[in-house]
């Protein structure tokens, strides 16, 4: 009884063991608990509104820290109390924004480099006034809009509130060259009203004299249309060929696959055979002729049975001469009875 009561006892101490782990990692990722070490520093604002204890603290949007409390000096500003990991560098040009996270109002604390001596800030250094920014009033913004919005859709007016936050809480020099721009191009049109006159007359023309042709052109719309309604009218017919013809060409180029082997053997000894009968001409030239007379002879030889009967009557040695050229050395020969020259 003892033993199975202490190995219930070591069972539930594991489990409780396991689930109180479990729990604490949980927690520490849902609530964003940092172990590190870090550096706590303060920054100076006009308005800090919506940014609370907890918030997030990034830099190019890498969270680095939180925001760890928020007072309220003798001049009346605003002061954030924030904790960033020890491997970040803030210098003495560091600046620090407040930034927008979503449009429902949700802020979170960005710093960025800015011109400086770049002096490294001790720990517990605090950036100034004139190095930070409040995030921008967006109810001033919105309501700017709000014409806008009133023919805009709810997931229209979300998206479109969304670009413009991002655009003028930190695209200013984008949008003021956008203005620009603009600007340059509008005036380039205006320079150019002459031009753009002569165009939209030449253009007038043109219409007039379509206007003119009004009925060949009419007739080159139905022709067109016509033709477009008899090809898709035979498109299940236009179909099968096509496909008839893709598998017509994949057959044609698997049989070539096959017998590219067998082609290349044969252009590769018609090749030779054509050099031999170049390099002797002569002897090809003269075979050819006596061919015939030597046919009709083994034609009547075979008339007395199947064999033939074959007599001596010159036996030559051919050999290779100089460059390639035959020569023929007579062994024996006669020249009488049936050998005797007719």
């Known amino acids: 009884m003892k033993e199975n009561l202490r190995g219930t006892v070591v069972g539930l101490g594991i489990f409780l063991t396991v689930c109180l782990l479990s729990a ?5 990722v849902f609530a964003q608990v940092r172990f590190g070490a870090g550096n706590t520093y303060y920054a100076e604002f006009n308005n800090v509104t919506n940014l609370r204890k907890g918030k997030l603290v990034r830099i190019a949007g890498v969270e680095v820290g ?10 009346g500003h605003a002061v954030v109390e924030f ?13 620090a924004y407040v930034r927008y996270d979503n449009p429902i109002g949700g802020r979170f604390m960005e710093l960025a480099d800015g011109p400086g001596d770049g002096k490294r800030l001790l720990a517990g250094a605090t950036i100034p006034i004139d190095r930070t920014r409040p995030a921008l009033d967006l109810d001033a913004l919105i309501g700017g809009f709000r014409p806008l919005f009133r ?15 991002s655009a003028f809480q930190g695209q200013g020099v984008t949008i003021n060259s956008l203005l620009s721009q603009t600007a ?18 030449n253009l007038n023309v043109v219409l007039g004299s379509l206007g003119g042709q009004s009925d060949e052109l009419a ?6 249309s016509t033709l477009v309604g008899g090809l898709a009218s035979r498109k299940t017919d236009i179909s099968n060929a096509i496909a008839y013809s893709n598998a017509a060409a994949a057959t044609t180029a698997d049989l070539l696959d096959q017998t590219r082997p067998g082609l290349q053997k044969v252009v590769t000894q018609t090749d030779r055979a054509a050099g031999i009968v170049v390099a002797d001409h002569v002897y090809f030239d003269d075979l050819l002729k ?15 049975g199947d064999f033939f009967s074959f007599y001596l009557c010159d036996l030559l040695l051919k050999l290779n001469g100089k460059g390639g050229q035959p020569v023929y050395v007579k062994v024996a020969g006669q020249s009488t ?3 005797a020259p007719k």
Do not use: H, M, W
Not at 66 to 75: A, F, L, R, S
Not at 83 to 95: A, F, P, R, Y
Not at 219 to 224: F, M, P
């Open 219 to 224: 007739k080159a719309v139905d022709s067109l």
């Open 337 to 339: 009875g049936r050998c």
């Open 151 to 165: 023919a805009l859709s709810p997931d229209q007016i979300n998206t479109l509130s969304s670009q413009l936050i």
């Open 184 to 201: 340059a191009f509008t005036n380039t049109l205006a320079d150019r009203d002459t031009l753009i006159g002569e165009v939209v007359t």
């Open 24 to 28: 604490f990692l949980l927690v520490s």
């Open 83 to 95: 904790g960033i990991d020890d491997t970040v560098v803030l210098t003495d040009g560091s600046k």
């Open 290 to 304: 006596t061919l015939p007379d030597a046919y009709q002879k083994l034609g009547r030889q075979g008339l007395y």
């Open 66 to 75: 939180k925001v760890k409390n928020i007072t309220i000096d003798n001049d």
